[in-house]
């Protein structure tokens, strides 16, 4: 339901993301905009699609994300946060 009229997000790209087109090459997206855009919207949509198609997903913010990377050099882990987060 996410209303791309007036934003300059590519609605063909988010749908050809929505449907998956990123799963058989096991890639990432990564979402950068100003507050209030819709990334969040669009990243719910989309973990909840690929759930649905058994699929594993991942949502994090890049605020979130540093901070457990800083997490685990605090600890001096020998595994590293993107080891954790890859599985």
């Keep these: 339901a996410f ?4 934003t300059p ?7 050809s993301l929505h449907a998956g ?7 990432n997206i990564v979402a950068v905009g100003g507050t209030g855009t819709g990334k969040t919207h669009l ?5 909840l699609d690929v759930i649905q198609r058994g699929q594993r997903a991942r949502y ?3 605020r979130d994300l540093i901070l457990r ?4 050099w605090r600890r001096d882990s020998e ?5 954790v987060i890859s599985d």
């Design 3 to 6: 209303r791309f009229e007036g």
């Design 9 to 15: 997000i590519n609605e063909g790209l988010v749908r």
């Design 69 to 72: 990377i800083r997490s685990t």
């Design 60 to 62: 994090t913010t890049f």
């Design 43 to 47: 990243a719910a949509a989309m973990v």
């Design 21 to 27: 087109s990123f799963l058989p090459g096991r890639r």
């Design 79 to 83: 595994a590293t946060e993107l080891d």
